[in-house]
C-alpha cells in the first residue's frame, strides 16, 4: 500500500531551522510529484512547496527563499528545509502525492497524505 510517513518536527524559536522528512513506501517518487502544505489552527490547508519526479519546484510566496525541498529518490524520500522560521510557520505540516502533472500547489489535487508533522516556532 502506499504511505508516506513524516518526521522532523519539533518546536524552535524564531529565525530557526528545522529539516522534515517524507519518507515514501508502496510506490516509487520516479513519475510522483510530492508536495508539503500545512494547516494551521483554524486554517485552511495550504500548499506549501513541491517537487515533480524531474526535480521542478514550486513554491508559496510566503516560504519562498526560505524553504527548500529536495529529494532522495535512493531512499524514497522528500525533504523539508525550514529556514528563518517565523511564528506565521507554526502548523501541521504534511506530505503529499500524486502522479507528475496532476498537482502542484492544491491539496485537492493530491491523492496520498501523510498523517502530519507538528511545527511550532515561538517568537
Known amino acids: 500500500e502506499v504511505q508516506l510517513v513524516e518526521s522532523g518536527g519539533g518546536v524552535v524559536q524564531a529565525g530557526g531551522s528545522l529539516r522534515l522528512s517524507c519518507a515514501a513506501s508502496?510506490?516509487?517518487?520516479?513519475?510522483?510529484?510530492i508536495g508539503w502544505f500545512r494547516q494551521a489552527p483554524g486554517k485552511e490547508r495550504e500548499g506549501v512547496i513541491c517537487?515533480?519526479?524531474?526535480?521542478?519546484?514550486y513554491s508559496a510566496v510566503a516560504v519562498r527563499g526560505r524553504f527548500t525541498i529536495s529529494s532522495d529518490n535512493a531512499k524514497n524520500t522528500v525533504y523539508l528545509q525550514m529556514n528563518n522560521l517565523k511564528p506565521e510557520d507554526t502548523a501541521v505540516y504534511y506530505c503529499?502525492?500524486?502522479?507528475?502533472?496532476?498537482?502542484?500547489?492544491?491539496?485537492?489535487?493530491?491523492?496520498?497524505w501523510g498523517q502530519g508533522t507538528q511545527v511550532t516556532v515561538s517568537s
Open positions: 517537487i515533480t519526479s524531474d526535480g521542478d519546484t
Open positions: 503529499a502525492a500524486v502522479e507528475d502533472g496532476l498537482g502542484y500547489g492544491v491539496a485537492d489535487e493530491y491523492d496520498y
Open positions: 508502496g510506490f516509487d517518487l520516479e513519475g510522483y510529484t
